[in-house]
């Protein structure tokens, strides 16, 4: 069974502070995804990594995927209140094709 | 603009009463997935289609039954529904062909059960 497990699991911080959060595993996934979820909604898409060592950008969003493609990170640079909200990641299941795994999610908060 | 919309963001059932949760695409998704989603259990797949009248459990088809009749619409059946069903239930879409199974997911509805 492919398990990720992502962390911290809560984290409340300060307008303006940079962040990281943690996505891992010991499996190897082909490609990682990274959701979020704002209060009462549904999760969004916000971006897929596919190549292990790939950073990709998405305005104060970097995202990395690990060398060996069995982690991620995503930091937010400069956090703002609109960043609130619970950060998902997810992979292909290798068991079955149109499955997605996912981690247990990090919560975050930005206060003003 | 893609979209996945769910029939109720809120709904409150009593014990024992038969609750019919609706989902509908409009992207023409071959695929389509109803999660649960509980605080410190993520999300949790309880049933897939992947065509009309095609379904596969997922990890907890225990209590719940599901309905595909036209490929956009993908309703979750409670058949008698119990308190540890209040959660909030996710519907999800995508490709069959999606090369990464990358989901659209609808706003979710929040059910309560007395």
């Known amino acids: 069974t492919q398990l990720l497990e992502q962390s911290p699991q809560f984290l409340s911080i300060q307008e303006g502070e940079n962040l990281t959060v943690y996505c891992n595993s010991s499996?190897?996934?082909?490609?990682l995804q990274w959701y979020r979820q704002e209060p009462g909604e549904g999760p969004v898409l916000l971006v897929t990594?596919?190549?292990?060592?790939e950073v990709k950008k998405l305005k104060r969003l970097t995202f990395q995927f690990g060398d060996a493609r069995k982690d991620s990170s995503l930091h937010i640079t400069a956090a703002q209140p609109g960043d609130t909200g619970l950060y998902l990641c997810?992979?292909?299941?290798?068991?079955?094709?149109?499955?997605?795994?996912f981690g247990g999610g990090t919560r975050l908060m930005v206060k003003p | 603009d893609v979209k996945v919309t769910q029939s109720s963001r809120y709904l409150v059932k009593r014990t024992g009463e038969k609750v019919f949760l609706e989902c509908v695409q409009d992207?023409?998704?071959?695929?389509m997935f109803w999660y649960r989603q509980d605080p410190g259990l993520g999300l949790r797949l309880i049933y897939f289609s992947y065509d009309v009248k095609m379904k596969e459990k997922g990890d907890i088809p225990e209590g719940y039954s599901v309905s595909r009749e036209k490929k956009e619409r993908f309703s979750l059946i409670l058949e008698s529904a119990s308190t540890n069903q209040t959660s909030m239930y996710l519907c999800?879409?995508?490709?069959?062909?999606?090369?990464?199974?990358?989901?659209?997911f609808g706003p979710g509805t929040r059910l309560t059960v007395l």
């Open positions: 990594v596919v190549t292990g060592g």
């Open positions: 992207m023409d998704h071959e695929n």
């Open positions: 999800a879409s995508n490709h069959r062909s999606s090369v990464y199974n990358e989901q659209f």
């Open positions: 499996s190897v996934f082909s490609s």
């Open positions: 997810a992979g292909p299941d290798n068991n079955a094709g149109n499955m997605l795994t």
